[in-house]
Structure formats: C-alpha cells, structure tokens
C-alpha cells in the first residue's frame, strides 16, 4: 500500500492506494457476442431449408463445432475452399476481431 501526504502542510489528507486482487476484471466472454453476430449476418443462409446448406448455424451447439469453419470464412484469405462470408456482405472490423478472440481462446460456448 502507498501512502502520500498531501504537499500543502494545510492539508493534512493521507491519500492511500492499493491493488486489490479480488478486484480484477473477469477473463472475458465473447460467445454471446459471436452468437449475436452469427444471428444477425449467417442464419439468414444458414438454416434447414436456407441456400447455406448443409451448414447450420441455428444452435450453440452448431456454432461452435463450426469454429474452425466460421473463422476461416471471415478471416483467413480467400481460396477456392474458402469463400468470404457473408456472401454479399462483409463484417465490421469489430465484428472479426471479436470472432478471431474467441477462435483463439479456443471457440467454445464458454469462451
């Protein structure tokens, strides 16, 4: 703990500051926002009946054993096995960031 009087012999205010372990910020979450993503750019395509089949993206669960899948369309380059999605579109650079972060704390409904 650091503890500092204050310069002017008139103002005798200790000032104490310390580091609170119990404090610091939770590890964060990026599923939910990857989820929301998902919703609003990929199940329009990706759905039972949608253009986008045979990928489902509808569950948690379909979101995240695609993980792999759904980073390379919206990061990695472009190939001929890999096209940019959404088709027509494109994500906001916030948007990739977030799905990269949780692609590389390991793309889990817990990540």
């Excluded at 310069?7 to 910020?25: D, G, L, Q, R």
């Excluded at 590890?27 to 990706?46: G, L």
């Excluded at 039972?48 to 995240?64: K, N, S, W």
């Amino acid at each position: 703990m650091n503890i500092r009087k204050c310069a002017f012999a008139a103002c005798p205010i200790i000032y104490a500051s310390c580091t609170n372990k119990s404090a610091e910020t939770p590890p964060t979450v990026y599923f939910p926002s990857v989820r929301s993503i998902i919703q609003a750019n990929c199940v329009t395509c990706h759905h039972p009946g949608g253009q986008g089949m045979p990928v489902f993206l509808t569950t948690d669960a379909e979101i995240v054993s695609l993980a792999g899948s759904i980073k390379a369309a919206v990061i990695d380059p472009v190939t001929p096995f890999n096209k940019r999605m959404p088709l027509g579109g494109h994500l906001s650079d916030a948007d990739t960031t977030i799905i990269g972060r949780w692609y590389a704390k390991g793309g889990k409904a817990t990540d």
